[in-house]
């Protein structure tokens, strides 16, 4: 489950404003946790276990390598970087968080908010390099494939037309396009997986 929830947090980390920064053993989805109770005298050590072995690891484990470049964040990781090398809007273009709508209707579109304290929806953005835009969402609920109405910029993608998944947490997905309606001036139509992060071009 850990590693799953990492997918979403990872993908806003990497294709957002500014450089990305993953904390050492996020790679491997380190839990960060201390098998001892009532003794914090060495709680600093187990902020992150030894990856490489040692007399502390990952999941109370001692003696064990744990650097795994199969693992699935790390892979995970792995993939969104090299999409971000490949376009160059995901690491240079300006950023505009994107209202989304669950119906389409244009006095429905609005931005994240959470409700009693938690947000089970999609946070979509887009970043715009000169005439390209690509949009990205987060899914922040764990159980639900979610299926959403994001604006895009209008002058770059009038409607009607579509826009391909060019990343996706469920493989199937990418290749497959989407229309764009004109509602809010132009929006996408997007699926995001639970827990799952996309692209769109």
Known sequence: ???????????????????????????????????????????????????????????????????????????????????????IALRRG?????????SGLDWEFCYPQPVNGELHWVIAWSRIFDRSEYLCAINTDTERDLEVWAVVDSSIHPSPGMMECIYSTDPQQIGQTS??????????????PAAGFVVYR
Not at 38 to 62: A, I, K, N
Request: aromatic content about 12%; overall charge positive; some cysteine.
């Open 1 to 87: 489950r850990s590693a799953s929830l990492l997918r979403p947090a990872l993908g806003l980390n990497l294709t957002s404003a500014g450089i990305p920064c993953i904390y050492y053993g996020t790679e491997q989805a380190f839990n960060g946790a201390d098998n001892r109770h009532g003794d914090d005298s060495w709680s600093d050590v187990f902020l992150r276990e030894c990856m490489f072995g040692g007399p502390f690891g990952s999941y109370q484990s001692s003696g064990r390598h744990f650097f795994n470049e199969g693992h699935e964040v790390y892979r995970f990781i792995s993939d969104v970087a090299g999409l971000c090398r490949r376009h």
């Open 94 to 102: 300006r950023q505009f968080l994107r209202q989304v709508s669950e």
């Open 179 to 192: 229309p764009v309606s004109p509602a809010r001036g132009a929006a996408l139509r997007v699926r995001v």
